[in-house]
Structures are given as structure tokens and as C-alpha cells.
């Protein structure tokens, strides 16, 4: 019995789980894994961020079976989502340590169930996920190696448990793709893997025809990673079309991370109308969790076919938004709306709040601080170019490059160097490899030594182009280009994909 004294709620929180613990370890240990109904049910409604629904099947499992661990599992997958869709500070320091007390009370648990490293493995990964989110990088990369070593017992013991292929495939593609400059992140990961071999763990959950109820409950899950993972690590990312259409098949998913996924499928591959289609028709309730990105992601679909209107998106995302990430993109891109409005002062003023808000978490926040800090009006020939070509306009974007004199708009070398990466990039998509390589090979001429991100992405586009065509010798030498370059925007994304190429081209799979 606990004495009655005050103590912080995070720590409250711990006892009484542990107190659990205890309760349920003078009980039936062969009822410690149970995936029973309740929790089927639990975790469909937290794919769906029914959070509340969700709550309330756990505790009523906990009340019928309070001996089951699964329900502990499922707490951990809410505060996951939680964390990883809202991205609050306040929050992530709140949570983090009932993830820890969960793992502590899992980790009690009956030894000889596939449920448990299974169980383990997750919760470490999920912890790992928003550690990074946050910054964490040591404790996350630590916390990797947990999860993997939980995942690879599973495969050992259990080889046929199919929802464990899940987590193993995330750990070897989080292995094949941390960039050198974290290499010492890699190091205490201590796992070897490649995307490739990620995926095709992902796809044998996704691919599941059998009878089993919980492995089949797992397809979404490893069709969401699979997506992901396909879209922004593969060698063609047109792969991904085949994942949209199963989800169109399973359209009675109305999950908002089954629409976030979809749609980032179809705007990578320049299907930008469908995407905006499927953005401005998502389903809208009061109960499920807040995904404001969606409304991000509909700003930029709106934005990308030169709609001023897509202002009142991105307003919408600041207003609500609490979280780390893409505020200050979003102020960016009011101000990129307001410059091509014709709008200057609008442009800077959207600029100074770039200054002024977030926390300048990601790639994108940081090439908007970039930007706002140059305090240069952006270049609008070359601005319209960029967005109309990211919604798959590329006759609109070549339009805006070709149908003008270029001394009426190219003016400095970084104007230059991004003209011909904006053609090279219209012709690669538009179907003119050959064109398009002999842009990039300009681009890099003009901008391998100077601070922009043209000349790496260049590089990184060739070694795409030659890998398709089966020249892995000029294929490796651009992915290593792309590597050697240090652009000021975008490092890490673009070196996480050129590590891709180069393990796929050493393990001679996709």
C-alpha cells in the first residue's frame, strides 16, 4: 500500500504501473499476451486516432483480463501518435517517462510468447521515433539497438510471426540510410541493414493473404511504412502507385494516416490534382486526434497549381499547430503566395515571422530561415517554375523557363545554377532523360563548390537515371558526387537517398 504524499505526475504514473506489475505477477503468466477482441478493436480505432474509443477498450480489457500486457502496448502506440503527429514539447517531456515505465512493466512479462519481443520491440522503436523527433539522438540511436535486438530474437524463435517483420524492416532501413556526417549514431545503432532489405520485411506483412486476424490487422500499419519508404527511398518512386491502388482497393479505411499517406504517394509523382482531391475531401470528426499537417499538405497541393488561396491553409496550420516542425516553412510559403501576388511587403512580412515562430525543427524550417535571413526577394520566374513542376505542371514550369528572354531574369550565378537544374528536372519527369542528364551535368559544372543544394540534388537525380538504366558504374560515381557536395539546405535528405542508391547498387536489388 502507498503512502499518501504528493509526487509529480509523470512519476505517479510510473508506480502505478509497476504497481500492476506486481498485481498481475501472482497471476496466470499464460494470460499475459492476449490479443483478444477488446484489443483488436482498441487498435483499429488508434489507426484511426479514435484516441477516445480506444481508451475505453483498453480499460475495459484491463478490467475482464487485468492480467493481459497487450493493453500496456496499446497506451504506449496512442502516446506514440500523440507525440509524433502533435510534436509538443510539453507534451513529449510529460509522456516520456510512462513510455519508460511501460517498457519496464513489458519487460516482466511471459518470456515464451511471440508478444513479447514483439511487444518490446515496438515500444522501444516508438520511443526511439520521438526521441529523434526531439532531438534525442543518442538516447533514440540506443534505443534502436533495443528494438532491433527484440525484433531479430522474434525472427530467431519465431520466424513465421509476420507482424514483427514490421519493426525489423523499419531498424535495417533506419541502418542503410544514416548519413556520414551521424555516423556515430550508426555506430551505437549497431544494426546492418539497407532499404532494401527493409522492404522486403515490410511487404511480407502488406502482402498477407492468410487467415490469421492479427496478422492481417497489421497490413495497414506496413502499407503506411511501406508507402513512406518507397516514396523517398527507392530508386523509382512511381513504385509507390502500386501501394495508392491497394489503397483504393481498402477504401474503407478512412484512417487520416492512411489519407497523409496516399496523398504524399501521389504529389511525389506529380498527381497533384488527385491528392488535392483527396485532401479537400478527408473526412473532418470532432473525436479523432488533430492532424493539422493535412491541412499543410492541402496548402502545398493548392500552392503548387499557383492558388494564392492556399494562404488560408497554411494561416490555418500556424494558428492551430503546437508542434516542432514546419512552421516556418508555412510562413515561408504565405510569403511566397504573397510575393507572387504581386505582393512584396506582404513577402517580407511573412519573412519576419519565419523569424519569429517555431522552433526551427527540420530541413525545411532551416531553408526558410535561410531565406528570411538573406532578406532577397526570390526569384519569380524561378519560383513558379519550382512549384508548378512539384505539382506535376511540367508543361506550365518548362513554360515559365523557355518563354522569355533569360537576361530578363536570370541575374546572379545562383539564378543560373538553379535554371538549369529547374529544366533538367522538367525534362527528367517529362520523360527526357537524356535532356535532363545534360542540365544536371551544368548544374553541377556551375554549383558542386558553392552553398545551394542544385548540384547535389543533380547528382543525385543522375545516379537515379543511370541506376534505371542498369549503368551502376555511372550511377555509383553520381551518388558519391552528390555525397562529396555540402549544400546548406537539404544535407541530410539528400544524402540519406544517395546511401540508399549506393546500398542498392551493392546489394543488387531494388
Same mark, same amino acid.
Given at each position: 500500500m502507498f503512502t499518501h504524499h504528493k509526487r509529480p505526475k509523470a512519476r505517479l504514473s510510473k508506480i502505478l504501473l509497476l504497481s500492476w506489475a506486481f498485481l498481475f505477477s501472482s497471476l496466470s503468466l499464460s494470460a499475459q499476451f492476449q490479443y483478444s477482441q477488446n484489443c483488436q478493436k482498441a487498435y483499429q480505432s488508434i489507426i484511426n486516432l479514435h484516441f477516445a474509443d480506444a481508451r475505453q477498450l483498453i480499460a475495459a480489457e484491463k478490467t475482464s483480463d487485468p492480467s493481459n500486457l497487450v493493453p500496456v502496448y496499446l497506451e504506449n502506440y496512442i502516446d506514440f501518435l500523440t507525440l509524433f503527429i502533435g510534436e509538443e514539447r510539453k507534451q513529449y517531456d510529460r509522456i516520456k517517462p510512462l513510455f519508460l515505465a511501460r517498457i519496464e512493466v513489458l519487460e516482466e512479462g511471459y518470456k515464451t510468447s511471440p508478444l513479447f519481443n514483439f511487444c518490446l520491440g515496438e515500444a522501444n522503436l516508438q520511443l526511439a521515433s520521438v526521441e529523434m523527433k526531439f532531438g534525442d539522438y543518442t538516447q533514440a540511436a540506443l534505443r534502436i539497438r533495443k528494438a532491433h535486438h527484440y525484433f531479430t530474437e522474434n525472427e530467431k524463435n519465431y520466424p513465421d510471426f509476420i507482424p514483427n517483420y514490421i519493426g525489423l524492416g523499419i531498424t535495417h532501413v533506419i541502418g542503410g540510410i544514416v548519413p556520414d556526417s551521424y555516423k556515430? +549514431?550508426?555506430?551505437? %545503432?549497431?544494426?546492418?541493414?539497407?532499404?532494401?532489405?527493409?522492404?522486403?520485411?515490410?511487404?511480407?506483412?502488406?502482402?498477407? /493473404?492468410? &487467415?490469421?486476424?492479427?496478422?492481417?490487422?497489421?497490413? &495497414?500499419?506496413?502499407?503506411?511504412?511501406?508507402? %513512406? !519508404?518507397? *516514396?523517398?527511398?527507392?530508386?523509382?518512386?512511381?513504385?509507390?502507385?502500386?501501394?495508392? $491502388?491497394? #489503397?483504393?482497393?481498402?477504401?474503407?479505411?478512412? =484512417? &487520416?494516416?492512411?489519407? #497523409?499517406?496516399?496523398?504524399? +504517394?501521389?504529389?511525389?509523382?506529380?498527381?497533384?490534382?488527385?491528392?488535392?482531391?483527396?485532401? @479537400?475531401?478527408?473526412?473532418?470528426? *470532432?473525436?479523432? #486526434?488533430?492532424?493539422?499537417?493535412?491541412?499543410? %499538405? $492541402?496548402?502545398?497541393? @493548392? %500552392?503548387?497549381?499557383?492558388? *494564392? =488561396?492556399?494562404? =488560408?491553409?497554411?494561416?490555418?496550420?500556424?494558428?492551430?499547430? @503546437?508542434? +516542432?516542425?514546419?512552421?516556418?516553412?508555412?510562413?515561408?510559403? !504565405?510569403?511566397?503566395? $504573397? #510575393?507572387?501576388?504581386?505582393?512584396?511587403?506582404?513577402?517580407?512580412?511573412?519573412?519576419?515571422?519565419?523569424?519569429? /515562430?517555431?522552433?526551427?525543427?527540420?530541413? $525545411?524550417?532551416?531553408?526558410?530561415? @535561410?531565406?528570411?535571413? /538573406?532578406k532577397q526577394l526570390p526569384n519569380l520566374v524561378l519560383l513558379k517554375s519550382r512549384l508548378l513542376f512539384d505539382g506535376g505542371y511540367y508543361s506550365r514550369a518548362l513554360d515559365e523557363l523557355l518563354n522569355r528572354p533569360t537576361k530578363t531574369f536570370l541575374f546572379t550565378k545562383k539564378d543560373f545554377v538553379e535554371y538549369s537544374y529547374r529544366l533538367g528536372r522538367v525534362y527528367h519527369e517529362s520523360g527526357n532523360p537524356d535532356k535532363a542528364l545534360s542540365y544536371y551535368k551544368l548544374t553541377i559544372q556551375r554549383g558542386k563548390r558553392e552553398p545551394w543544394y542544385f548540384a547535389a540534388a543533380s547528382a543525385l537525380q543522375m545516379g537515379l537515371i543511370y541506376e534505371n538504366r542498369g549503368d551502376l558504374v555511372r550511377a555509383d560515381s553520381a551518388y558519391h558526387v552528390c555525397l562529396a557536395c555540402k549544400p546548406a539546405d537539404y544535407k541530410n535528405s539528400l544524402s540519406q537517398k544517395a546511401k540508399a542508391g549506393l546500398n542498392r547498387i551493392k546489394s543488387g536489388r531494388p
Open positions: 556515430w +549514431i550508426a555506430n551505437l %545503432m549497431g544494426v546492418d541493414g539497407s532499404v532494401s532489405q527493409g522492404l522486403r520485411e515490410l511487404r511480407s506483412v502488406a502482402d498477407y /493473404s492468410g &487467415p490469421d486476424v492479427l496478422y492481417s490487422q497489421y497490413r &495497414p500499419q506496413a502499407l503506411l511504412y511501406l508507402a %513512406m !519508404v518507397s *516514396t523517398n527511398l527507392t530508386k523509382n518512386k512511381s513504385e509507390a502507385l502500386k501501394i495508392f $491502388e491497394i #489503397f483504393q482497393q481498402n477504401n474503407k479505411q478512412q =484512417s &487520416p494516416l492512411i489519407t #497523409f499517406a496516399t496523398a504524399n +504517394i501521389l504529389m511525389k509523382n506529380g498527381l497533384n490534382e488527385q491528392a488535392l482531391d483527396l485532401l @479537400r475531401q478527408r473526412t473532418r470528426d *470532432t473525436y479523432s #486526434f488533430s492532424f493539422y499537417y493535412l491541412d499543410f %499538405m $492541402e496548402g502545398v497541393a @493548392r %500552392m503548387n497549381k499557383l492558388d *494564392t =488561396s492556399a494562404m =488560408s491553409n497554411f494561416l490555418y496550420f500556424t494558428y492551430h499547430f @503546437r508542434g +516542432i516542425n514546419y512552421v516556418q516553412s508555412a510562413w515561408q510559403k !504565405v510569403g511566397w503566395l $504573397e #510575393f507572387i501576388s504581386g505582393d512584396t511587403s506582404g513577402y517580407e512580412k511573412a519573412m519576419a515571422k519565419v523569424l519569429n /515562430s517555431g522552433n526551427a525543427g527540420g530541413e $525545411e524550417d532551416r531553408q526558410a530561415i @535561410r531565406e528570411a535571413q /538573406s
